[in-house]
């Protein structure tokens, strides 16, 4: 006796774990990008101040130099789920959405990965030294919480590291789970 043909699914609890992931970086890029808003803000303020009144603040500049490099570390993650990285697109545009999802996944797991799993690895010790010695700015006047700008090195690549995770189980899905 001839079975009728059951089409497989993929597993819910993979995907509920990218759904979480996807939802932290994409919490955390949202409200990142709200720097951005407080930054022109602190910038334009400077700008205001130092031209009208002679005045100015080395915390002020280090307050939108720690803003900057928040948006850009907290955002890699965010960016790259979104799909907004910058792609060098010479033949892929051409390419069928199944050879792309096969490049995608090929290039997260050879280059994507290793690369968060690199920036995480090799910035833990140098944000964990920071951290333990509590570091403040070099210059007088300027911010002393510099370790906690150092410790975005490490959740930048963590982040990045699991939302490459995210995708490239989704791609794994798409191209395992695919009608043929």
Not at 50 to 70: E, I, N, P
Not at 89 to 108: A, E, K, M
Not at 128 to 140: K, V
Request: charged share 15%.
């Amino acid at each position: 006796m001839n079975t009728p043909t059951q089409t497989k699914s993929p597993p819910a609890s993979i995907l509920l774990v990218c759904d979480c992931l996807d939802t932290l970086n994409l919490v955390l890029g949202r409200c990142a990008a709200g720097l951005l808003v407080l930054m022109v803000a602190i910038q334009s303020a400077i700008i205001v101040f130092r031209a009208a009144f002679g005045l100015g603040s080395l915390a002020t500049q280090d307050a939108v130099l720690y803003m900057h490099a928040a948006l850009i570390m907290l955002c890699l993650a965010y960016t790259w789920k979104e799909d907004g990285h910058v792609r060098v697109d010479v033949f892929y545009h051409r390419f069928s959405p199944l050879t792309q999802t096969w490049i995608n996944t090929v290039g997260n797991i050879l280059f994507l990965l290793p690369f968060a799993a690199f920036i995480f690895a090799s910035s833990w010790d140098y944000a964990l030294e920071s951290w333990r010695n509590q570091e403040g700015s070099g210059d007088a006047g300027g911010l002393d919480k510099v370790y906690w700008l150092k410790a975005l090195l490490p959740l930048a690549g963590g982040l990045l590291c699991i939302q490459g995770i995210s995708d490239t189980l989704r791609k794994l899905i798409t191209l395992t789970y695919r009608e043929h």
